[in-house]
């Protein structure tokens, strides 16, 4: 066999798409995960990483984070390959293995997991005239390394948990940091906003970002107009900006590609095994539907060890499959 071709290649990277990529490597495949965001864990780290989850098995309750973090601590005991920031544009059948074509290049596989979830995110963009110019520099919409913002002036846009998150993360490290939001009221956890009012951090509301102008050194000043008023603007510069506006999602991607899936209420449509209409296209999670099928985690994580040993079953016919982990543990 040719060892550059995947066994398995899990499209999306959301909670559902991890424990495929862990269970993949507890069967030993040869697996890769590809998430067009920059992060791993889908609608819970987007969405809400500060909500409480209870119905995940096992935990009395664990916030979206914890949750992210221990599938990704029990994801890379299996070392799988991780492509961030890659979006899967196209699936080709070939020969007996499929190529999958990214926005960064095309690689080879034998079978597929599509965990996509709701479509591939992206951050909801700043509408703000000139922003494009510093997209990636100054304006971000990730914090990828927290040692970025250290003794910065950094400006946080949005008024959800997850721009006050990062705003009382930000607040730790950077020299000034302002939470600007278009509402006077902020949409998070009350124990989020009370600790929110008890920090440092400056509250800009209710303004809105019109404009970015260049400023001295490498900052940027930030023109922002007062809500409901024609010519109440405020100025700030700052060295960076983190907009977290919340994200779009892509749902109709799929239908682009060359093998042609069967859908079921816009979703993939599977059997009792996983399997799409397509051999050796399973699907899993929240984008996967059956009848009677609920787009909760629990559901999606049941579903991942079917779709795995399905295709173990089809890939090496004379392996066993097994019933538990113990038997599998390396
Ligand atoms: C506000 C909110 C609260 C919720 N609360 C709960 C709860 O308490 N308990 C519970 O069980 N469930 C809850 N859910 C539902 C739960 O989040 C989903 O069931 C779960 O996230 C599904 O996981 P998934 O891995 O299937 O998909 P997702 O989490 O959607 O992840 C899919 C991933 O695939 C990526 N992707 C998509 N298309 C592509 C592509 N073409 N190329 C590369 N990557 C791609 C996306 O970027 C995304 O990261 C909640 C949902 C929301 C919105």
Known sequence: ????????????????????????????????IIESLDELGGQVNALYPEKTILDVAGFAGLTGRELVNNLKAQLLTMQPDISLNTTVKNVKKVDDFFAIETDKGTTQSRAIIIATGNGSFKPRKLLADNADKYENN????????????????????GGGDSAIDQALMLEKVAKKVYLLHRRNEFR???RMVSRLKTSSVELVTPYLIKEVQPADGNQITL??????????????TVDKMLVNYGFV?????????????????????????????????YAVGDQANYDGKQTIIATGFGEVPLAVNGIMQNLYPNSNAPIHSTQLSK
């Open 1 to 32: 066999m040719n060892k550059n071709i995947y066994d398995i290649t899990i499209i999306g990277g959301g909670p559902v798409g991890m424990f495929a990529g862990f269970y993949s490597g507890l069967r030993n495949a040869k697996v890769q």
């Open 138 to 157: 100054q304006i971000q919409y990730f914090i990828k390394n927290l040692d970025d913002f250290k003794d910065k002036q950094v400006l946080v846009a």
């Open 188 to 190: 998070g956890l009350e």
């Open 223 to 236: 023109v922002a107009k007062k809500m409901r008023t024609d010519d109440e603007f405020k100025t700030i």
């Open 249 to 281: 999602a892509d749902s109709k991607a799929m239908k682009n590609w060359d093998i042609n899936l069967q859908t079921s209420h816009r979703l993939l449509k599977v059997d009792s095994k996983m399997q799409t209409n397509i051999p050796n296209v």
